[in-house]
């Protein structure tokens, strides 16, 4: 293999990796940015419930301020859980049902992921009794996905430019003098 191609391949697999780790930087960056939002909308919600004498009643106030879909469901320690407002994530509802036990302590203290593309915080009620309230994720991991993809593809395309420019410049570089 000749130094032009060998310094070629060098300068685009440089380039390759370095376009393809700023992109999914970039993307994760973004991505965390999403959730953040959604966590800070999940605790304006219990900071607007949890206060509150008739903390579904304020619930139902805030549901019809926020403009994300949120699902809120009433659980019990020793009964099935009560819905109290759906949403959609598209055609599919999001649902709280499956949320351990476990979870919902934790997401009294913070924002939690749960089922892969739900996020929720909850707020003691006393007796046993959990308001839950979540809001989906989707929207911000499918933008990620698609962010990774497009960076990764521009990466591709940069290392192809590159190489050409790199390949004609190291051959002049290289040739003989005369």
């Known amino acids: 293999m000749t ?21 999914v930087v970039s ?3 973004a ?21 509150a004498d008739d903390p579904t009643s304020a619930l139902f106030e805030r549901v019809d301020a926020l403009d994300q879909p949120l699902v809120a469901e009433l659980f019990f320690d020793d009964a099935d859980p009560v819905p109290l407002v759906e949403a959609f994530d598209g055609e599919s509802p999001l649902d709280l049902a499956g949320v351990a036990d476990e979870s919902i302590v934790a997401a009294e203290s913070r924002a939690i992921a749960v089922d892969g593309a739900l996020r929720i915080r909850a707020v003691s009620l006393g007796d046993g ?23 990764l593809a521009a990466a ?23």
């Open 156 to 178: 591709v395309v940069v290392a192809i430019a590159a190489a050409a420019v790199a390949g004609l410049v190291v051959g002049r570089a290289l040739r003989p003098v005369s």
């Open 129 to 151: 009794q959990w308001l839950v309230v979540g809001v989906s994720a989707r929207a911000v991991e499918d933008q990620w996905a698609d962010t990774v993809r497009l960076a």
């Open 31 to 51: 991505r965390r940015t999403g959730l953040r939002e959604l966590d800070a909308s999940l605790q304006a919600t219990i900071d607007a419930i949890a206060p």
């Open 27 to 29: 993307a994760e960056l």
């Open 3 to 23: 130094l032009r191609r060998r310094v070629t391949m060098l300068v685009a697999a440089l380039l390759l990796a370095s376009a393809a780790a700023i992109g």
